[in-house]
């Protein structure tokens, strides 16, 4: 089942159980993906292109959230988190840090990586394996670790 056929059935029952909020993010997130498609003069996106924008929709409300919290906002924090959820429950099952420790240590050794000169390489090696599985931060994190 593609995202697109998911994201109408779980729309159908939102509205079915009266559900506004995820109804209205279920929506918000169809119109992101419908609009990259025209964008790219696509009539569907591939499974790599709907991961991106997911990334991408789910990035924006976690810098929302981040917002709202500095800016005391505790009604929409609320409501931020919800919508992360909901985005969330889209998303590819998150890699656990040792699965990602392990996947790190096997793109150092294929790009041969053995200095922090090196970063560049490896990350530009790993971040298509970890696409929506992995934060880029904490990629980035453990990358340095494994280097230095």
């Known amino acids: 089942m593609s995202l697109l056929d998911r994201l109408n059935n779980d729309m159908k ?3 079915k159980s009266k559900e506004k909020e995820k109804l209205s993010v279920l929506r918000m997130l169809k ?3 419908q ?4 964008k790219l003069g696509k009539s569907a996106l591939s499974e790599d292109e709907e991961l991106t ?3 991408r929709e789910l990035k924006q409300r976690k810098d929302s959230l ?3 919290e500095n800016a005391g906002r505790s009604d929409l924090v609320e409501k931020a ?3 992360i959820e909901i985005v969330q429950s889209y998303m590819p099952k998150p890699l656990t840090e040792e699965e990602l420790r392990e996947l790190i240590a096997e793109t150092i050794k294929e790009v041969g990586a053995s200095s922090k000169a090196d970063m560049g390489k490896v990350m530009s090696a790993i971040m298509p394996k970890v696409k929506g599985k992995a ?3 904490l990629v980035n994190q453990l990358v340095r670790q494994q280097l230095s």
Do not use: R
Request: glycine share 4%; hydrophobic share 45%; net charge negative.
């Open 13 to 15: 029952q939102a509205m």
């Open 31 to 33: 119109a992101a993906l």
């Open 35 to 38: 609009n990259e498609a025209i």
């Open 53 to 55: 924008v997911l990334s």
């Open 66 to 68: 981040q917002e709202f």
């Open 81 to 83: 988190k919800t919508e």
């Open 135 to 137: 934060d880029g931060s």
